[in-house]
T-cell receptor, first 112, second 110 residues
């Protein structure tokens, strides 16, 4: 059974049009992460939540925002997608900050 | 972010041979490491992990070795199978987040 679920698997959005990607988990983990992965590159951490505490990476553009309304759900908002934001977006969860991270299958974002 | 690098971007091995994938990390404060396997179009899948108080850990057909002196991590896959073909990433944790290395693409030749 899927434990970290990302919807949709594929998302096409227009240049400059806000888009939201969603992630849910059934593990009741405290930590949720968002990573951006471009073709043939390693996942790059954007930010993470520990419970309700938000932690942004220093080099994450302001164009990327996140919300975590409850333990199970976390959203990635891209306010004005550019062509360079086309990528796979991965959500992961872990029980604590220093334990195994479980990944979802990702959302492939295309910007047209 | 932290710098986690891999020595070889691609690796080809014959089916049945053993594979060794290497990873160098830069932060001596990192205390937890995970190897992930990622197949095309899918999310990373946990393979094996190791904490800094250990230098070796074994799983089913996989072994991770950690050399803290030279900040080096390796993944050994025994009797490599076609299903092992994927990109392998090491990830280091400095206590509050995971940073990924470049990745090695493993191809198993039947």
């Amino acid at each position: 059974d899927a434990m970290v679920i990302q919807n949709p698997r594929y998302q096409v959005t227009q240049f400059g049009k806000p888009v939201t990607l969603s992630c849910s988990q059934t593990l009741n983990h405290n930590v949720m992460y968002w990573y951006q992965q471009k073709s043939s590159q390693a996942p790059k951490l954007l930010f993470h939540y520990y419970d309700k505490d938000f932690n942004n990476e220093a080099d994450t553009p302001d164009n990327f925002q996140s919300r975590r309304p409850n333990t199970s759900f976390c959203f990635l908002d891209i306010r004005s997608p550019g062509l360079g934001d086309a990528a796979m977006y991965l959500c992961a969860t872990s029980k604590t900050l220093n334990t195994e991270a479980f990944f979802g299958q990702g959302t492939r974002l295309t910007v047209v | 972010g932290e710098s986690v690098g891999l020595h070889l971007p691609t690796l080809s091995v014959q089916e049945g041979d053993n594979s060794i994938i290497n990873c160098a990390y830069s932060n001596s404060a990192s205390d937890y490491f995970i190897w992930y396997k990622q197949e095309s179009g899918k999310g990373p899948q946990f393979i094996i992990d190791i904490r800094s108080n250990m230098d070796k850990r074994q799983g089913q057909r996989v072994t991770v070795l950690l050399n803290k002196t030279v900040k080096h991590l390796s993944l050994q896959i025994a009797a490599t199978q076609p299903g092992d073909s994927a990109v392998y990433f090491c990830a280091e944790n400095t206590g509050n987040q995971f940073y990924f290395g470049t990745g090695t693409s493993l191809t198993v030749i039947p």
